[in-house]
């Protein structure tokens, strides 16, 4: 097989990349993407280690490479201690997708404090300690990609005040590392998925009924959909896309 053929089937051959929140639903998806297009992948995991196994023994059955990390995303050591051993395991990193994410509805009055403690743990600092880890062994070509959501847009329902008070501070840091790494040849971009079928917003469960008819396209999406923009952004072709904030929700928030 030539070079040229390789780099075609396999856009990410010689690639590492780690996922963050990568043992279920959209963090499943877009772990298995990366290695099929070729990356060794390693990926966190929290409380979840059964899906984690079935993760990495679905990339490895398909030929790829796996990696499973335990490791809170609200712990600053365990993320940086997962990184390390990233690179240690693989030789180096190319690709970090921040994927871990949590969200706990409710009316604002209503917010225990120690939500918004956690889903800013998780989904504002673990963002910011993962990505200042990993530009440690990052070099030119590298590509960081977050995961937000569409809520920053468009909220749809209420109770989503302090979930989306964390992921437009997500969207905020994607626009502002732009002008720190571009020099450093590593483009920084956000996907902002809109609902998508996953284990905590089926979509047969109650806000698929809210929001569902809102959506143009009629559906919800598939965390499978998320993974092949994700590949995109991951992948030489998107060589000249940087800082971009990419919707991908159906049409929702048009």
């Known amino acids: 097989m030539t070079n040229s053929m390789t ?17 279920r639903s959209i963090g499943a998806a877009i772990a298995k993407r ?4 070729g990356a060794q992948v390693a990926f966190t995991y929290n409380g979840s280690p ?15 490479r796996a990696l499973m990390l335990q490791a809170n995303a609200a712990d600053p050591e365990a993320v940086h201690a997962a990184v390390d051993r990233a690179v240690e395991t693989f030789g180096g990193l190319d690709i970090l997708v921040n994927n871990a994410g949590i969200g706990v509805p409710a009316p604002l009055e209503e917010t225990r404090f120690e939500d918004y403690q956690a889903m800013l743990a998780v989904n504002v600092t673990g963002v910011f300690v993962a990505t200042q880890a990993a530009l440690r062994y990052m070099k030119e070509g590298g590509r960081i990609i977050h995961i937000g959501s569409s809520v920053t847009k468009y909220a749809g329902f209420a109770g989503l005040s302090a979930y989306g008070l964390t992921k437009g501070a997500v969207a905020g840091f ?16 956000a996907v902002h998925p809109g609902p998508v079928d996953t284990d905590m917003n089926p979509a047969d469960g109650e806000i698929a009924k809210m929001l569902t008819s809102s959506i143009p396209l009629g559906r919800y999406g ?3 959909e998320i993974a092949s923009l994700v590949a995109f952004l991951a992948s030489p072709q998107a060589s000249f896309i940087t800082g971009a904030d990419i919707l991908a929700d159906g049409g929702l928030t048009s």
Not at 7 to 22: C, E, H, N, R
Not at 34 to 37: I, M, N, R, T, V
Not at 50 to 64: H, R, V
Request: charged content about 20%.
């Open 222 to 224: 598939e965390p499978r």
């Open 174 to 189: 994607n626009r502002s590392l732009v002008h720190e790494l571009a020099p450093r040849g590593i483009t920084v971009n």
């Open 34 to 37: 990366l290695a099929a297009d």
């Open 7 to 23: 780099a075609q089937s396999l856009p990410l051959a010689g690639k590492t990349a780690l996922v963050t929140g990568g043992s």
């Open 50 to 64: 059964k899906l984690a196994e079935e993760t990495a023994a679905a990339i490895e059955s398909a030929g790829g």
